[in-house]
């Protein structure tokens, strides 16, 4: 996703950007639909202040009903174009990307890839009730009981190691 400085410079305080998972590099078991920005432009500094909303679908597998299923993913984050001299003079909370002045695009597709990364946590339930799966049958224990005997009916453990499996 490039954005063009002459742009930026004219005073455009708004722009839709959209770039597929591929040109992104995003994990693609992942991520299979475009990616749609929004980018608010605020000046500063000599640049610019980059506030970006990115929506998107991901295609997830429960981890513990095996179930797949894709679901809408809205992030928020921003970042800092500025030209190189400014480097110092900020504080880098946000992610800085600098240009220097013959530059004519900059590129925030790693900035859009980080966000989406950490949306995704890596250990997935598709809902946080939902019951997983036997490990005898393949039951999927959400849609019912399976005929299977637990290993360890009356053992609190059993419980215990459901209830503290990580979200
Ligand atoms: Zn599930
Ligand atoms: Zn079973």
New binding site residues.
Partial sequence: MRIALMELRRGLDELALVGTPDELKLPGEWFRHPVEALVRVQPLLGGWRLSLSLQTRVHRVCDRCLVEVELPVSEEDSCLILPEAERPSVDEEDRVLLFVPDQEWVEVDQVVRDALRLSQPEYFVCRPECRGM?P??G?DWNEGE???QPAAPDSPFTTLATLRKPL
Avoid: F, V
Wanted: charged fraction near 0%.
């Fill in positions: 036997c005898a049958c039951q399976c005929g299977c």
